[in-house]
């Protein structure tokens, strides 16, 4: 009730909505297809300038961002691996050297 109080009373945030709305269905849906037509669409609001920022962005690396939209692999179990490793280090980080974090990543796996 408290988004349909806010949504009435500003039109840019009801326009923000919708295409955040329309983005979020071609990011779980994988319809990568429909990019081009949101970035014209979101291109062409004047009263959502950081909207029309980030739509002219994604025009630099359309392919990327298209095939990320698309395809149904990611890079998610290894950035998780990353996270950890990086944690690790954090952790140990002036306590001890290459071979006891060598162990303990190795261990924590």
């Known amino acids: 009730m408290q988004l349909k109080a806010a949504l009435a009373n500003c039109p840019e945030l009801t326009a923000l909505a919708e295409h955040v709305r329309s ?3 071609m990011l779980t ?3 990568g297809d429909q990019l081009p037509d949101w970035i014209e669409a979101a291109s062409a609001t004047t009263e959502l300038p950081s909207l029309r920022h ?3 962005h994604l ?7 298209t095939a ?3 395809l149904p692999w990611n890079s998610g179990v290894v950035e ?3 996270n950890r490793i990086k944690m690790l280090k954090r952790q140990m980080f002036g306590r001890a050297g290459f071979e006891l974090l060598r162990k303990r990543v190795l261990l924590s796996a």
């Open 68 to 70: 990320g939209l698309t």
């Open 29 to 31: 849906h994988l319809h």
């Open 59 to 65: 025009l630099r690396d359309l392919d990327a961002v």
């Open 54 to 56: 980030f739509a002219q």
């Open 23 to 25: 983005f979020a269905h």
């Open 80 to 82: 998780g691996h990353v």
